[in-house]
Every structure is written in C-alpha cells, then in structure tokens.
C-alpha cells in the first residue's frame, strides 16, 4: 500500500509558511536509474532551490493580480519562455506551496493580458520593464507549449469548474500552436508565429530546443488531434539525421532542405553560434531525456544516452567539467561552467543503466548549487530537471 511522503523542510520565518510535499512521489516510470539520495533529501534540496528561485525572479511589476518571471538575462526582462517555465513550475510545486495555486494564476493572468498581435490563443514573446509587448508582439513557439502543459496540470489539479477554464485554454492554446507554428510542410516546429513566408530561409529553419516528444504524445490525447503523433515522427526523424554520430549533439538551429535537414551555418537568429551546441539545444538532453523516462520511447530513450554517455566519457564522469559551448563534433568552445548545460545532463542520465556514479554526482551538483542573482535561464532549467529528479514532476 502506498504511504503518502510528507517531508518538513527547513526553519522559516514567522511570516513564511513552512513547505512540505504532501502524497507519495511518482519516479520516472521508465528510468533506468534514479538519484541514490533519500527521497527526503531530494524534496528538502528541491523545495530550498525553489523558495530561492521564487524569491529572485517571480515579480509583481506589472498590474495587480498579475505575476511575472523576471528573465533578467533574456533579450527583454519578461518573456513567454519564462511564463510558461513558471506556469508548470507553478502546478507541479501546489503539492508543497500552498501560494502555488494564487502564483499560477497571477501569471495566467500575465499571459493573458499580452496575446500574440497574430494569434490571440498565443502570447507575445517579449515585453520590456514596462510590461509593454517588443519586436512586433509575436510569439515564440516553446512559451507557448509549456504555458500549454501547464494548463493541462492545472485543470488536472484543480478542475476547470470554477472561475477560470483551464482546460478550455489549454485546447485552445494547442490548436493555435499546432496550426501557426508548426511546419506544414515539414511538420517540425516553426520559430513562432511571426511572418516568416517573407524570408523562406528562415520558414525552413527550426529550434532543436523547441522538439518536444512528451509534450506532442500529450497534445494528442488532450485533443484527440492524431496530427500530432506526425508531428511528434517528424521530430524524431530529424533528431536521428541531425545528431552528430559520434557525441550526440544538435545545434541550437537546423534547417530543412531539398536534401533532408542540415545545422545552419554562422549567425541565423541570435549568434554565431547558431549552427553549434549552444544556449539553446543545452535544453535536448532535458527535452528528449524526459519523454524517454516518462514514456519510454525508444527513439528518445538511444538519443539522449548517447548524449549521456559522450559526456559522461568526455568529462570523466565529473559534472563540473561540463562546459558551456561545443561544435557538435565536440570540440568545446566555452570552459565556464553553466548549470543551463549541466543540469539537463541528470535527465538524459536516468536513461543509462552504467551511469549511477555519474547521475549521483551531477545529482550532488543540483543539491549543492545556490540561485545565482541573474541567472534565471540557468536557474529555472535547473528547478524543472530537479522536478524530475525528485520524483515531483506531475503529468497528465
């Protein structure tokens, strides 16, 4: 019979509630390995990290009843990625926080107040320190999917009966997704909603951050749209033509050509780098490791290992030797540590039977690192990987 796990974490001050994880954690069904560490060890690190992260980038700066993520280290100090990061963040800590639900909704609220100037049911990427919507107030396709996810939870969680229709918003959101941002001739997902039929360079091009197995099987069953099994066959195929045969790795950008799909070649949308291993496919291991633990997929499941096991080898099993830039073949351009390269590694780590001594190490790593003023991109990929880690990831 299952025990329901309540972990008491920390002293807090007289004014801030204690948080503790109520129910039994739910381990990646399909992971070969999980952290060594005491489940209670697990939560206590992972409800620290978020009461840090919460402290440091959820903001109130734009209107009442609203929240944001401050993404201090973005293009713009508010930004879809970051809203729907706290949106499922949000759901999946309401079985520890207590505020979690009035947090969910603050940002909701956010969301809603800033839809795409093209597809009302999409949000507006970007928005400046006066919450006012930038460079054309159109979207951006990950925002979108996770603020997507994130309703499906929360109609999980608390039902769509009441003041606000979760679920509705979820269908809607991934109707407009899948018919303004996904490839209709590819079926591999477009940067966003922007005008790119002016530009055919960049129609054909695609964000290996933005392939998101898991959240494709989801959107299918949650609209009954089989067009989404297509989507979720494309993205697969590409993954397997793109990596690179020996380490594994994808590039930030690809591009679809007469010939199959190939990396972009210098500066395509933010750096020179957009052809390499960079702020943008660090996210891969993370994305593909957790349709892998969670559903099993073979496709997903010999892509991330072998991710895994190049870095794993290259680094000698020491997670702080994890760079922050390679060319695919490997070859490392930036030594600085990252914790937005190094954290997805313990997901794709869960997938290799041989990497227990490798998964408890970067899982040590995770536990023993603060919230760096600044650094919310890194940050909040590290609070979702730690999420998965403890076993408190919520799916639908």
């Given at each position: 019979?299952?025990?329901?796990?309540?972990?008491?974490?920390?002293?807090?001050?007289?004014?801030?509630?204690?948080?503790?994880?109520?129910?039994?954690?739910?381990?990646?069904?399909?992971?070969?390995?999980?952290p060594?560490?005491?489940?209670?060890?697990?939560d206590?690190?992972?409800?620290?990290?978020y009461?840090?992260?919460?402290?440091?980038y959820?903001?109130e700066?734009?209107?009442?009843?609203?929240?944001?993520?401050?993404?201090?280290?973005?293009?713009?100090?508010f930004?879809?990625?970051?809203?729907?990061?706290?949106?499922?963040?949000?759901?999946?800590?309401?079985?520890?926080?207590?505020?979690?639900?009035d947090?969910?909704?603050?940002?909701?609220?956010?969301?809603?107040?800033?839809?795409?100037?093209r597809?009302?049911?999409?949000?507006?990427a970007?928005?400046?320190?006066?919450?006012?919507?930038?460079?054309?107030?159109?979207?951006?396709?990950?925002?979108?999917?996770?603020?997507?996810?994130?309703l499906?939870?929360?109609?999980?969680l608390?039902?769509?009966?009441?003041?606000?229709?979760y679920?509705?918003?979820?269908?809607?959101?991934i109707?407009a997704?899948?018919?303004?941002?996904?490839?209709p001739?590819?079926?591999?997902?477009?940067?966003?909603?922007?005008?790119?039929?002016?530009?055919?360079?960049?129609?054909?091009?695609?964000?290996?951050?933005?392939?998101?197995?898991?959240?494709?099987?989801?959107?299918?069953?949650?609209?009954?749209?089989?067009?989404?099994?297509?989507?979720?066959?494309a993205?697969?195929?590409?993954?397997a033509?793109?990596?690179?045969?020996?380490?594994?790795?994808?590039p930030?950008?690809?591009?679809t050509?007469?010939?199959?799909?190939?990396?972009?070649?210098?500066?395509?949308?933010?750096?020179?780098?957009?052809?390499d291993?960079s702020?943008?496919?660090?996210?891969?291991?993370?994305?593909?490791?957790?349709?892998?633990?969670?559903?099993?997929?073979?496709?997903?499941?010999?892509?991330?290992?072998?991710?895994d096991?190049?870095?794993?080898?290259?680094?000698?099993?020491?997670p702080?030797?994890?760079?922050s830039?390679?060319r695919?073949?490997?070859t490392?351009?930036d030594?600085?540590?990252?914790?937005?390269?190094w954290?997805?590694?313990?997901?794709?780590?869960?997938?290799?039977?041989?990497?227990?001594?490798?998964?408890?190490?970067?899982?040590?790593?995770?536990?023993?690192?603060d919230v760096?003023?600044?650094?919310?991109?890194?940050?909040?990929?590290?609070?979702?990987?730690?999420?998965?880690?403890?076993?408190?990831?919520?799916?639908?």
């Amino acid at each position: 019979m299952a025990v329901a796990l309540l972990v008491t974490v920390g002293a807090c001050s007289s004014d801030e509630p204690e948080l503790s994880f109520s129910g039994t954690p739910a381990a990646p069904p399909h992971a070969a390995i999980r952290p060594s560490a005491p489940q209670d060890d697990r939560d206590r690190a992972l409800i620290d990290f978020y009461r840090a992260w919460k402290d440091e980038y959820v903001h109130e700066d734009c209107g009442d009843g609203a929240y944001q993520i401050y993404s201090p280290d973005a293009a713009y100090p508010f930004v879809s990625e970051a809203q729907g990061y706290g949106l499922t963040i949000a759901a999946m800590m309401s079985r520890a926080d207590p505020d979690a639900r009035d947090l969910f909704d603050g940002l909701l609220t956010y969301v809603l107040d800033h839809p795409s100037t093209r597809t009302p049911d999409l949000m507006a990427a970007e928005q400046d320190g006066d919450c006012v919507d930038k460079a054309g107030g159109d979207s951006a396709t990950d925002g979108d999917m996770d603020i997507a996810y994130g309703l499906l939870l929360a109609d999980r969680l608390w039902g769509s009966d009441g003041d606000v229709d979760y679920r509705d918003l979820a269908v809607k959101r991934i109707r407009a997704v899948k018919a303004r941002t996904v490839n209709p001739s590819t079926d591999l997902m477009l940067l966003g909603d922007w005008d790119t039929t002016v530009d055919a360079q960049l129609y054909a091009t695609t964000r290996t951050s933005d392939w998101m197995p898991y959240y494709f099987r989801v959107f299918r069953d949650a609209t009954g749209d089989d067009a989404w099994s297509t989507v979720a066959d494309a993205h697969q195929r590409a993954v397997a033509d793109l990596r690179d045969p020996g380490t594994g790795l994808l590039p930030d950008f690809a591009r679809t050509t007469g010939d199959g799909i190939e990396p972009v070649r210098g500066k395509v949308l933010e750096t020179a780098n957009d052809g390499d291993y960079s702020f943008n496919a660090c996210r891969v291991p993370w994305r593909l490791g957790t349709d892998a633990v969670l559903t099993g997929d073979p496709s997903s499941t010999s892509a991330a290992r072998t991710i895994d096991a190049w870095f794993r080898s290259t680094t000698g099993g020491d997670p702080g030797r994890v760079g922050s830039g390679y060319r695919l073949d490997g070859t490392r351009e930036d030594a600085d540590a990252s914790n937005a390269f190094w954290a997805p590694l313990a997901v794709s780590a869960m997938t290799d039977p041989d990497g227990q001594r490798w998964l408890d190490a970067l899982w040590t790593k995770l536990a023993a690192n603060d919230v760096e003023r600044g650094n919310y991109y890194g940050d909040t990929i590290q609070l979702q990987v730690m999420l998965l880690l403890a076993g408190r990831y919520l799916t639908v």
